[in-house]
DNA sequence: CTGTTAGCGCGTTCAA
DNA sequence: TTGAACGCGCTAACAG
């Protein structure tokens, strides 16, 4: 059924053989021609192109990446299994890679789930690899991945570039989204800002949160800054903590926007609201946070930002054989309507 | 750089007559070994396999693309932009078709984005394809998706089967969704439900309502049934519509989640609660139907078994050359907490 | 069971 | 500017 099949006595699967017959050219012209090459007579291109589309002729990928040895193809790897909200980020950053590999011409191999064992053999050959949200993926994996480092890869987010020195690296820095957050908060009038972390040890952001509250003019009171977990729940938590204290924030930054929710409703099951009496601002620009009442003010990365940077790294070392280059991106903050001044009567406690 | 380097003095990059010399065997034995064919001794194989591990030998992924004709890619078309939330569908569609494609071997390229024009004859060679979520797509794009239909494709929720009668079809039909979703209501004691149509004419499900409803012992009176749009404010409105009547329903089901959240809303501006007082359930299981208040009941497409049957029909007709099938799949109920009994004086107004 | 050989379809030399 | 011939790396058919 799929097979050279005969249609109005026409075989329907040609090759580069019997479409350059019947052009009366050699296979040689009609190559030339087909790749844009410029020793061919305008009008030979011209026609073999015409033709081409006429006799619905196209070359056989397989066959060209075999001689070529190149099927830009890029494949991505997501080593590591997400839960819902963070796989959201993923998933906006699939669309924003896709989206950079097309404009480049490019195709890009999905793998979402898991790699499955024993697959390495069968595996797609691909001109570069994008491996993302993996800080703890094991030089083990890194070369059964990039085949013992022969495959070009660049890493978002992934563990010390020193650790693997033959890949890209794109780094995803927040602290200049975090920056615009806190002076957004100290602008609109608030001296005591409380954070909620999320428990992960070692958060760059978390550990230069005293020097950048102090630069932002915003008291830094130890009590201030709590650590929750991950849930809605235990951002709730947290806050409904810290707007207990005799002496409570007036705005509360929040690691991850799913805590941010919990402190959004914390608050108003204790009667504030927001951003009336509290102010909250998140971290991540999770697609609910647009649809939460009120909207939620938040730190985004900016993921196409991130995204052309690791397509760039990635094809120069394709195209050019460039060195293994590393960048950092930031991120910055979205203004919604979860913030507003701190109330007077609130200032006037501390 | 990637080039065939050298690695303590050896080829990093060894093709299969390479890889033969060093084991003393001929190309065709090392072929058959890799290939798990029955003709090899035990041990032969086995030998093959170890050392290919050991000196890293992997075959040229193109070069056997070429000679079998075969890719193992399958790619995923949508041919439409859809929004963001419609996207979720996509998405899990997506993830769901990765994982199955997975399961039997072969690999996913997704295309999230527009089709560029021009692209046709640079695009890859695949040996199957999944055109989703396209009930508006015309011959003219599917001929050229499918390379004038060399290749085999399955549709989901696609145009009428009858016009594409080269392809197979995965229809998904929600209706004993619906039926679930009808009788639960019955069940919990409901009489009268509303129901808030999304304005698309035509709907299965709109116009066997009736019968639906008196199947699931419901009372059917068409001043219940309104139609709205796609926004969670015009679902606000339609219910507003619903509740003020003189004798209003006791449960709304509305065409799509976004609708029942604008339903729930208008619930609760009318001082309604939900559960206790309205009972709401959607349709299609959005992502955030978990984490509105109270968390969504509603119809699920399972999408799961979509993407079973779509796999599984596309590699029927990639591996047996089966005919194109047309398959249906169903959608079901997720209970979580927006339904309750009516109340008494719910019940007793009628 | 193993070795040998002929293509798969194309890009890319070299001559003409 | 064009044509002829070689080879990319592998599978499969056939011969031993």
Not at 62 to 89: K, M, Q, W
Not at 192 to 212: A, D, K, M, N, T
């Amino acid at each position: 059924m799929w097979e050279r099949a005969e249609i109005f006595g026409k075989s329907v699967i040609m090759n580069i053989v019997e479409f350059a017959k019947c052009l009366n050219l050699s296979i040689g012209t009609v190559s030339r021609a087909l790749n844009d090459r410029p020793d061919v007579s305008p009008k030979t291109r011209q026609m073999v192109l015409e033709k081409a589309q006429e006799l619905g002729f196209a070359r056989n990928a397989n066959a060209r990446h075999l001689v070529t040895g190149r099927t830009f193809l890029i494949r991505l790897e997501c080593p590591y299994n997400a839960d819902v909200l963070s796989d959201r980020y993923l998933i906006e950053m699939a669309r924003a890679l896709e989206e950079e590999t097309h404009a480049h011409n490019y195709n890009l191999l999905l793998r979402l789930g898991r790699r499955r064992e024993g697959m390495e053999t069968e595996m797609y050959s691909v001109d570069g690899l994008v491996v993302i949200g993996a800080p703890e993926v094991s030089p083990d994996d890194f070369n059964a991945l990039t085949r013992r480092g022969r495959t070009p890869a660049v890493l978002i987010d992934g563990p010390e570039p020193s650790d693997f020195p033959n890949a890209s690296h794109v780094c995803v820095d927040t602290q200049p989204g975090v920056r615009e957050a806190l002076q957004y908060l100290a602008d609109l009038g608030h001296r005591r800002v409380g954070y909620i972390g999320s428990g992960f040890p070692g958060q760059h952001v978390r550990v230069r949160l005293p020097e950048l509250m102090a630069e932002a003019g915003l008291i830094w009171d130890p009590a201030l800054a709590v650590e929750a977990g991950v849930t809605r729940q235990e951002g709730s938590e947290a806050a409904t903590r810290l707007l207990q204290m005799a002496n409570p924030p007036t705005a509360i930054f929040a690691r991850t926007d799913v805590l941010a929710f919990g402190a959004i409703e914390a608050a108003q099951q204790l009667g504030l609201s927001i951003p009336g009496d509290v102010s909250v601002i998140g971290h991540d620009n999770v697609e609910i946070a647009t649809l939460v009442n009120p909207p939620l003010t938040t730190v985004a990365i900016d993921i196409p930002q991130v995204a052309k940077a690791a397509i760039r790294a990635l094809l120069e070392m394709i195209e050019q054989k460039a060195a293994p280059s590393i960048e950092s991106c930031g991120a910055h903050l979205v203004i919604r309507k979860s913030c507003g001044p701190p109330t007077a009567a609130a200032l006037a406690v501390r």
